[in-house]
């Protein structure tokens, strides 16, 4: 029989631990709900540019002399797969889930045959992909220093990443990271960043030129401006826009994926945390039953010890 | 035709400003321009400047710098997206000659390279803000 002492030592110490993941889940939620404000403050932006963007390569696709970071190398042998992850554990499944599906990514090019390097923006991720893939990995961005991430903190992970396609040494980038759609789900997304993926048009491939050609016309997430049959005049001209939009592009896509990743890390772990302190209290139910139990039987047979000895007499 | 355009400021993280504007003063990078309801379509970069809005009901115009980025002007209005947006009413002269002094220290002390180019282009960027505030 279990001894009275240890089981009400279990049940403090059960009950000190769901009080540590209950204020980590009430943090959690806190931070969430900047995380999501910030997420969504950083949406017109992103979409902005992505309807500017889809405008200006319509205009410009299928010329000679498109910038590499819109037209792609014209190879696809070297891959760079950024894996962003978070900076603290305990957040459930949220780490792993990025991971994983980075790894059947890696698993598929490399049975291509293709060249993968890894960037990975994160201490977790490092962590889970260290053991298997440590050989892939060019550069790690370590922002546990970082509170409520600013735009420039994205910046020089962006810069990195045009120095690095500057010097040729990948063809292709895309990022890993956990779109945020509820507290309760996020959905693990792969996102192309060079060449770079402009929605309604398939990164400037000839397939897809036809669609594009019909105007100004694009899938972005906002409306393509009404023109009223009227044409943009470019200051300075459509290429140098461009050039000089792709590079913020990136930064932009960058920072939006960063944003989503923090908002899902902390609705990851506000539900890791909440099923934790559940778990707690029903562990302390039933402890409580069985001391109860226990100091129930043990008053019992005092009893019928006491009775038996006087029966004896 | 409206006496107002609609006017968007963005900046990478948030919705900045989102009037009607009776006019709008926009550093693009081949010159300032003024955009005034009915601009024709024009899609510009900007250079490291302020934008000056005056709205509707007459009054100040506010005063904004704003650094890298570009402007689009449609038949719906005005859209400058910035990657770097200040309220110059927020900072004062004073405070920002300081930092600037501060900046021209740090470039002094710095001792790599690396320090050096970074305080350089700090320097650069508080010079940039203190010639639009004066």
Same mark, same amino acid.
């Given at each position: ?313 | ?36 309801? =009915?601009?024709? *379509?024009?899609?510009?970069?900007? #250079?490291? %400047?302020?934008? &000056? /809005?005056?709205?509707? @009901? =007459?009054?100040? *115009?506010?005063?904004?710098?704003? #650094?890298? %980025?570009?402007? &689009? /002007?449609?038949?719906? @209005? ?57």
């Amino acid at each position: 029989m279990a001894n009275l002492k240890d089981l009400k030592t279990r049940i403090q110490s059960v009950k000190s631990t769901q009080k540590i993941t209950k204020a980590m889940q009430m943090v959690a939620a806190s931070k969430l709900r900047r995380a999501q404000e910030a997420a969504e403050a950083a949406r017109p932006y992103a979409g902005r540019m992505a309807s500017v963007l889809s405008g200006l390569a319509a205009s410009v696709a299928g010329q000679p002399g498109m910038p590499p970071l819109l037209a792609g190398t014209g190879r696809e042998d070297v891959h760079l797969v950024i894996v962003a992850t978070s900076e603290r554990g305990l957040c459930g499944g949220f780490n792993s889930n990025i991971v994983r599906a980075a790894k059947k990514r890696i698993i598929a090019l490399q049975g291509d045959g293709k060249t993968v390097k890894l960037l990975c923006i994160g201490r977790k991720g490092v962590a889970q992909l260290k053991s298997q893939y440590g050989a892939l990995i060019v550069d790690t961005v370590d922002l546990s220093h970082v509170k409520s991430l600013a735009f420039a903190d994205v910046q020089p992970i962006a810069e990195r990443v045009l120095a690095m396609f500057g010097d040729g040494e990948f063809d292709v980038c895309s990022v890993f990271y956990a779109r945020f759609k509820s507290a309760l789900t996020q959905i693990v997304t792969e996102h192309q960043l060079i060449p770079a993926a402009i929605s309604g048009q398939a990164s400037g491939q000839d397939d897809d030129a036809g669609t594009n050609d019909a105007g100004n016309e694009n899938g972005g997430e906002t409306p393509p401006p009404d023109l009223k049959g009227s044409i943009y005049e470019y200051e300075p001209d459509e290429e140098e826009i461009l050039q000089t939009l792709l590079p913020r592009n990136l930064s932009v896509q960058l920072f939006g994926a960063l944003l989503e990743n923090a908002a899902s890390e902390q609705g990851s772990r506000m539900t890791a945390m909440d099923s934790a302190t559940r778990n707690a209290s029903d562990m302390i139910d039933a402890l409580s039953l069985k001391y109860n139990r226990t100091r129930q039987a043990v008053i019992t047979s005092e009893l019928i010890e006491i009775i038996s000895g006087a029966e004896a007499l | 035709m409206s006496d107002s355009i609609h006017f968007e400021l963005v900046s990478p993280e948030r919705l900045l400003m989102d009037i009607a504007a009776a006019s709008v003063v926009v550093p693009g990078s081949e010159g300032d321009f003024t955009v005034l309801p =009915g601009h024709a *379509p024009v899609m510009s970069t900007i #250079r490291p %400047g302020v934008v &000056e /809005v005056m709205e509707t @009901g =007459g009054g100040e *115009p506010s005063r904004l710098f704003v #650094r890298g %980025g570009f402007a &689009e /002007v449609t038949s719906e @209005g005005l859209v400058i997206l910035a990657e770097e947006v200040i309220v110059l009413a927020d900072v004062s002269r004073e405070e920002l000659q300081q930092k600037v002094a501060d900046a021209g220290e740090d470039v002094e002390d710095a001792r790599t390279d690396e320090e050096k180019r970074l305080a350089i282009e700090a320097l650069a960027r508080l010079t940039e803000l203190a010639e639009a505030k004066s």
